[in-house]
């Protein structure tokens, strides 16, 4: 009964503490646009957009302004709690549909990228730490660092050079050509692609680090005492325990699925959410970018307490070592 | 004696480390002295677009300069960014962990607040939102760089710590009454060496990375040639299009070994790490 | 026996009518899919709701959904007579009531038509004619009107607030096509034929415009042959893309001067920059054959005095801008500016050193390192500060710089009084325009151009306006180029004006796929 004590004691800690930091964010998009010099409508609004005089007086009255900050703080919130996340004029919509448009797209490319990459990283990287004195670990592993050193969107470019331009076997740009599902496989196959090979590079990395720390522990030493197969090591025991640090990475992962993958969507001519973002940026588009930053935050925290409910299942020195 | 090189077995790491400092003292030779290596001056001017040659070993880009003398020049800009990035975001990540490791209850919760939040700003859109509004310059970019980047080392800090805050020797310190900042300095700070510097690592290279994928967006000081600018000029004035190999992939290639060697050599310590028995 | 089995085999064998696609590559991007409220589908739109007006191939202007207009003597009402059987893509005919009504909702809902909504007092339809009264005289509104695209009053006037409707399509249209699908996740917009078309039946059946995000890929695409053009708007194909794309073999290239050029401005409100002879050495510090080598390839050419290029109409030919710096130091000297305690820098009449501050976007940057160069050598210092668009408009417009880099569009060159007068007088306003004149020999002949239609008369002005610019140089034109419009070898009928390029009616009717 006590672990579970303790387990549940460390796990409600941490949703305070996640809940206190998302207060903090949801507070500080609300007060950013009211308190930087300027009209807060302008603020609000974005820039670069011209509004008639009246159209601001109804905005004005719509968001309040002109009651005092903790009523607006109150109807803000109220309009969250509706999913309500405002208007954009650069993207003439609602930002809540607008974002979910676009996250759709985004979260198929990258959900699907992260889950192959996590998989083939955590089998390949595990292998090699395991069997780390053999050649073809130090050839993955070398593999794997190189492909870490480059810079995401240069193996983006050269593999669109090859692939698309001289060998013509994918397509130029776009999530599809038709709405038919033979057409998204052509076009996100090789963006796809591109993004596993550096999610599982990253994360053959660390399981081969941590898989070689937990080797030379004492537990793995028992076990082969023991006559234990080496495989049943790794699968049981080792892996397990290995894991743990990769948990919070690919926590992270997921948290950011909604930030999308700025390049690939660059160099592929792809409508997701990382050039939603981009574009907001660049023509302060403040209404896209706060709406956009709450839903990343809000993912990011559900990851992170998602990840934190694993890492304990997974080992339990983590409720009196937090 | 440099603290890390007594790990330099070369029976246990084979020859690769040794590999790795040759290649970073190679670059960083270059880094300071250019214009003994470069084969013209900086602002040197040619035809543009020349295919190599013997006057040219890399050709000329766009404006006609020699791509192997913006090589050499860029290796100075290249590593700073990647060092100074990483030396701050060690700093800020090793202090922190070990104040919130070493001295725990709230201030440890405060501290790891602060992390959350700094986790959930998604990096690259924070800086392009800071590019866009902060005159672009390279201690900026190394400034904001490294304030990005430290709650790794700052989360792996504080569990080290907390680890060994527990152990014998630490804790016969503080009976004998040492004070807290003794004990940081002499004590905790050379045990946690073996786990922040692959960290440190780790960050230089995620810095020169993420300095290239910015001159790739255009937000990085046009007027800094790095390496990141030279692949990212190659992308918009034409080397893509014309297939100038020549052009992007020797700063490709710089940028990838040079962070290989910063990596390899961090990694030389991940299978050093004891376990150090609490008590 | 074997003549049935002919026949039948000759039956069998009918010619499938393919569908005949024109394919045309972009990098201006569709963000939302709103007709009136997304700048490059109110680019593309022109050609699915024809404007009132167009410019033809020599720039000069012709009528499109008008047939012509009238003018009263006083330039307050322009009457427009619209061509008759004219037909929505949805079978009704095209009346000037559809004509009256764009032309106010633009006025009253389109905030970048603010101007129509203040000055417009009234609007009176008789039969095929429309006028349009306002309150103070206009002499450029047939120019004004080629970028206006008149959409069906009975669609159009059940929607609440036009500028910020969006739909994915399809929409009615009046032109040869009428826009079918916005497809912002295949990136396309798709045209189809007009069925109330009664104009020259397009040999094609559907047109895709194409946008990518990056110009690598666009250019990749082009040669590849899965498009058939590419088209940027007041823009050329990259210069750098010309070499590959002409060694694949299977393109020509359209190249026609154009009257957008960069060129170097200066905030004529803050000393050094204010005294002509200061800018005068300038001039002559810049190596302009270089910059037109690096910066078009060779598609260009070195600059007058008189800014105004011959690409456009009105242009007279005055001396061209000469790289010598040896002069630039020497009229340096004579104006006053030495280096007395010999650094490599002048001293201005306050006797600290000239360090310039050159503020340019991002995209400015190559020829930016090249003008400090320059100016370095004839002993200007040169600070540059690169800042994203939205901030050089924040900065420009508060005069927050002593030098600068920027472009000018075709249709910028025709704004305001004509011959870039649009970009240099201080009382008007915009992103892109500097706003730095406010001497009144310039002002008044602004104003008087703008208060005739008289053609000999604005002759005389355009080229007293280019005296003006090389007498004052308010900007330094670095360069003169041409646009490059490439296309697929085996397709012809290609039509391009100065303005819209190949996106015109012409083009969209005539030209042919290779049979």
Excluded at chain 2, 32 to 59: C, S, T, V, W
Excluded at chain 3, 169 to 182: K, M, T
Excluded at chain 3, 295 to 307: A, Q, W
Aim: with cysteine.
């Amino acid at each position: 009964m006590r672990p579970f004590l303790q387990g549940s004691i460390f796990l409600f800690r941490k949703l305070i503490r996640y809940s206190c930091s998302f207060g903090i964010i949801v507070l500080l998009v609300f007060l950013l646009p009211r308190m930087m010099p300027g009209d807060p409508v302008a603020n609000l609004v974005g820039e670069d957009i011209y509004l008639t005089d009246e159209t601001k007086e109804t905005l004005r009255a719509a968001l309040g302004l002109d009651s005092p900050l903790h009523e607006q703080f109150v109807l803000y919130s109220i309009h969250l709690l509706h999913l309500d996340l405002g208007y954009s004029y650069h993207m003439h919509g609602a930002v809540s549909d607008i974002l979910a448009d676009r996250a759709g797209w985004t979260l198929l490319y990258i959900g699907i990228s992260i889950i192959i990459g996590t998989c083939t990283g955590i089998y390949l990287g595990a292998r090699a730490g395991f069997e780390h004195e053999t050649w073809w670990s130090s050839l993955i592993s070398s593999l794997a660092l190189i492909i870490s050193s480059t810079p995401p969107y240069l193996l983006s470019l050269i593999a669109m050079v090859i692939f698309v331009y001289h060998l013509g076997w994918f397509p130029f740009k776009g999530f599809y050509d038709t709405f038919h599902i033979l057409s998204i496989i052509h076009h996100l196959t090789l963006p796809v692609l591109i993004l596993s090979v550096f999610y599982a590079a990253r994360n053959v990395l660390i399981m081969r680090g941590t898989v070689l720390s937990e080797k030379i522990q004492l537990y793995p030493l028992f076990a082969r005492s023991l006559g234990i197969p080496e495989r049943r090591i790794l699968i049981r025991h080792i892996r397990k325990n290995a894991i743990i640090p990769l948990i919070a990475l690919i926590a992270l992962d997921f948290g950011f699925l909604f930030s999308g993958a700025l390049f690939i969507e660059i160099v592929f001519s792809l409508n997701g959410m990382g050039s939603l973002m981009y574009d907001a940026i660049l023509n302060r588009d403040y209404p896209v970018l706060t709406g956009t930053f709450l839903v990343i935050a809000i993912f990011v925290i559900c990851a992170n307490f998602i990840a934190d409910i694993l890492s304990l299942a997974l080992d339990p020195r983590t409720r009196s070592h937090p | 004696m440099i603290p890390g090189l007594s790990n330099l077995n070369f029976r246990r790491h084979g020859y690769v480390p040794l590999l790795c400092i040759i290649v970073l003292t190679l670059l960083l030779i270059i880094a300071l002295f250019p214009e003994q290596i470069a084969p013209y001056a900086q602002n040197k001017r040619f035809l543009p677009y020349m295919d190599p040659d013997n006057a040219h070993l890399l050709g000329t880009d766009d404006m006609g300069y020699d791509i192997l003398t913006l090589l050499v020049y860029a290796t100075r800009i290249s590593l700073t960014i990647g060092f100074f990035a990483g030396g701050l975001s060690l700093l800020i990540g090793t202090a922190t962990g070990i104040l919130s490791g070493y001295l725990r209850g709230w201030v440890d919760d405060m501290i790891m607040g602060i992390t959350d939040i700094t986790l959930i700003i998604p990096k690259i859109p924070a800086i392009i939102l800071i590019a866009a509004y902060v005159r672009p310059g390279i201690w900026i970019l190394i400034l904001v760089l490294g304030l990005l980047s430290w709650e790794t080392t700052a989360r792996v800090v504080r569990a080290k710590t907390m680890q060994i805050s527990n152990a014998g020797f630490i804790m016969s310190a503080r009976c004998l009454g040492f004070p807290s900042r003794s004990i940081i300095i002499q004590e905790i700070i050379p045990v946690i060496y073996p786990v922040i510097l692959p960290k440190f690592m780790l960050t230089i290279a995620g810095a020169m990375i993420s300095e290239a994928s910015l001159s790739f967006l255009g937000l990085s000081d046009p007027m800094m040639e790095s390496w990141g600018k030279m692949i990212s000029d190659a992308f918009t004035h034409g080397g893509f299009i014309r297939e100038m190999w020549w052009w992007f992939l020797p700063p490709t290639l710089c940028i990838c070994i040079s962070v290989l060697a910063v990596t390899r050599l961090g990694m030389m310590y991940e299978t050093d790490e004891q376990e150090i028995v609490s008590e | 026996m074997i003549l049935t089995v002919a026949i039948l085999a000759c039956c069998c064998l009918p010619v499938m009518a393919e569908e005949k696609t024109l394919r045309i590559a972009t990098t201006n991007e569709v963000k939302s899919p709103a007709f009136i409220g997304d700048y490059t589908l109110g680019l593309f739109n022109h050609i699915s709701n024809p404007p009132l007006m167009q410019m033809n191939d020599k720039g000069e202007l012709i009528g499109l959904l008008a047939d012509r207009y009238e003018v009263s003597q006083d330039n307050t009402e322009w009457t427009f007579i619209i061509k008759g059987n004219q037909f929505w893509s949805d079978g009704t005919p095209v009346t000037a009531d559809d004509v009256a009504y764009s032309i106010q909702m633009y006025g009253t809902s389109v905030p970048n038509a603010g101007w129509i909504g203040e000055t417009l007092t009234d609007t009176q339809v008789d039969g095929d004619k429309v006028t349009f009264r306002f309150n103070k005289p206009y002499t450029n509104i047939a120019l004004e009107f080629t970028s206006y695209s008149i959409l069906p009053k009975h669609i159009w006037e059940s929607i609440e607030n036009p500028n910020e409707y969006t739909s994915t399509g399809p929409y009615v249209g009046a032109g040869p096509f009428y826009i079918d699908n916005v497809d912002l996740n295949s990136g396309k917009v798709i045209f189809r034929q007009n069925p109330g078309w009664k104009g020259k039946t397009p040999a094609y059946d559907t047109v895709e415009i194409s946008w990518f995000k990056n110009e690598d890929a666009a250019a990749k695409a082009l040669e590849s042959g899965i498009m058939d053009t590419y088209w940027k708007y007041a823009a050329s194909y990259p210069y750098a893309a010309i070499a590959s794309l002409q060694k694949t073999g299977d393109f020509e290239v359209l190249e026609k001067p154009t009257s957008g050029m960069t060129f170097l401005g200066f905030n004529l409100k803050k000393e050094p920059m204010s005294d002509i002879a200061f800018r005068d050495a300038i001039s002559n510090a810049i190596n302009y054959q270089e910059l037109v080598d690096i910066s078009t390839l060779g598609h260009g050419k070195i600059p007058e005095k008189g800014f105004v290029p011959p690409a456009m109409d009105g242009y007279v030919r005055s001396t061209p801008m000469e790289y010598n710096p040896d002069t630039a130091r020497n009229k340096l000297e004579k104006a006053g500016y030495i280096d007395s305690d010999k650094n490599g820098i002048v001293e201005g009449k306050d006797g600290d050193d000239i360090i310039l501050n050159l503020l340019i976007r991002n995209s400015y940057a190559r020829e930016a390192e090249l003008v400090k160069e320059y100016l370095e050598k004839v002993g200007i210092g040169v600070e540059v500060r690169s800042v994203e668009d939205n901030t050089w408009f924040e900065l420009k417009d508060k005069l927050e710089y002593d030098i600068t880099l920027t472009r000018t569009t075709p249709w910028g060159m025709l704004m305001h009084a004509g011959w870039a007068t649009g970009y240099f007088d201080s009382r008007r306003t915009g992103q892109g325009v500097l706003h730095t004149v406010d001497d009144e020999a310039f002002l008044t002949l602004c104003d008087n151009i703008l208060g005739t239609t008289d053609r000999t008369l604005l002759t005389g002005y355009a080229k007293e306006v280019q005296k003006y610019y090389a007498e004052n140089l308010p900007g330094i034109p670095l360069y003169w180029k041409n646009d490059i419009t490439p296309y697929n070898k085996e397709i012809t009928g290609w039509y391009s004006n100065p303005l819209y390029g190949i996106m015109n009616e012409f083009t969209f009717t005539g030209v042919k796929p290779a049979t």
